[in-house]
């Protein structure tokens, strides 16, 4: 083969590999932006957990206080129950 035939493969064969082969500088560019995308999303679930434990707890509270309101009030009904059936069965003596 010629020298330029051959100059001439090489150089297309050179070509050809810079545009389809990564280098270890080109992988170590792309692990970086990952562990960076990483960290980032890490971030994003940490906030978002206490976000969500927040608003749970502000929830369990809002419930247990209607809760405890709801028995307060039967327990107010079942002593107006009591206290009218002492008077009912006063007068029905």
Known sequence: MPDDVARAHAEGLD???RESVATKSDLEKVEASL???????DAKIDVTGADLRTEIANSAN???AEFN???YKAIGVVG???AASSVVAHFWK
């Open 15 to 17: 070509q050809a590999l």
């Open 35 to 41: 562990r960076s995308d990483i960290t980032k999303v």
């Open 62 to 64: 809002r419930l247990a």
């Open 69 to 71: 309101a709801t028995i």
């Open 80 to 82: 107006a129950m009591i």
